[in-house]
């Protein structure tokens, strides 16, 4: 199984700055964009504090994509 995140695009639409998630959620901003590139997954209190900053399910921001062959 395969996830991908689509925050970087939130955080467009709705003009919110990484800075301001990674100190909302008590990150650093390059573990925010490490997150954000797919290199890495949020621990789950992480993506949970992350969600709620947004204002979207985690399954609205980390989307469960089937490998493909």
């Known amino acids: 199984m395969h996830l991908e995140c689509i925050l970087n695009k939130l955080l467009k639409e709705n003009g919110i700055k990484q800075r301001f998630i990674a100190q909302k959620a008590s990150i650093s901003e390059g573990t925010l964009s ?14 949970f504090k992350i969600a ?15 490998p493909t062959e």
Request: aromatic share 4%; no cysteine; proline share 10%.
């Open 34 to 47: 490490l997150i954000i590139r797919g290199k890495t997954l949020p621990t789950l209190p992480v993506a």
């Open 52 to 66: 709620e900053i947004v204002g979207k399910p985690i399954e609205e921001i980390w989307i469960k994509k089937e």
